[in-house]
């Protein structure tokens, strides 16, 4: 629900496409999403260093470095999860809308949650990109320990053990990180940008 009032929504004279032609690329959001330990900031970053290399306008939107900042007044609520994930598809979109190709690396475990936000698009620039790796793995490398701390019941509502994970029915990209490379990810995730002539 809209709280402000008697506001008005002010259209920029230079257009996103203004700013994709003067880039000589197009913007979209790539939605990585998730369980933890699935590997969507290692991916994430990792298309992001090569989209610089290729000279793109890019930008990570990582989800511990908003929380650090931008979110750091939400928890881990189901609320608080939807709220998150809100504020990011907006920032994603001003970041689309300024001529960027933005990777989020987000759990985002809620599928409506992932719906309103690729609601905020245009056709073709929300990319989700489901990092699918089975929890067992994830488990495995817990690289923050998080789902031991779980497990010990140090940390409620976590993602795959008391609170659910609701996977993409149809993504534009499904990565099984499991069984791939960083390097094959990255190669996979850009041929779709190459395919679709957004780079």
């Given at each position: 629900m809209t709280k402000s009032t008697n506001i008005t929504w002010h259209e920029s004279t230079i257009t996103k496409h203004d700013r994709r032609a003067q880039n000589a690329h197009s913007s979209c959001t790539l939605w990585f999403t998730g369980l933890s330990g699935s590997g969507k900031s290692t991916i994430a970053n990792a298309v992001s260093n090569e989209l610089f290399r290729l000279g793109i306008n890019e930008y990570v939107l990582d989800g511990d470095n908003i929380r650090h900042g931008l979110n750091k007044d939400l928890g881990f609520s189901e609320h608080d999860r939807t709220e998150n994930i809100r504020r990011i598809g907006e920032v994603a979109k001003l970041f689309v809308d300024s001529g960027k190709i933005v990777t989020t690396a987000f759990i985002s475990p809620f599928r409506s949650d992932r719906d309103q936000v690729r609601a905020l698009f245009e056709e073709g620039e929300f990319i989700e990109v489901y990092i699918d790796c089975p929890i067992e793995e994830c488990e495995r490398r817990d690289p923050k320990q998080l789902y031991a701390k779980a497990r010990?019941?140090?940390?409620?509502?976590?993602?795959?053990?008391?609170?659910?994970?609701?996977?993409?029915?149809?993504?534009?990209?499904?990565?099984?990180?499991?069984?791939?490379?960083?390097?094959?990810?990255?190669g996979q995730i850009l041929n779709y940008l190459r395919d679709n002539n957004i780079i």
């Open positions: 010990r019941g140090e940390i409620r509502d976590f993602t795959g053990i008391d609170s659910p994970y609701e996977a993409p029915k149809k993504p534009e990209i499904t990565i099984d990180s499991s069984k791939v490379t960083v390097d094959e990810a990255v």
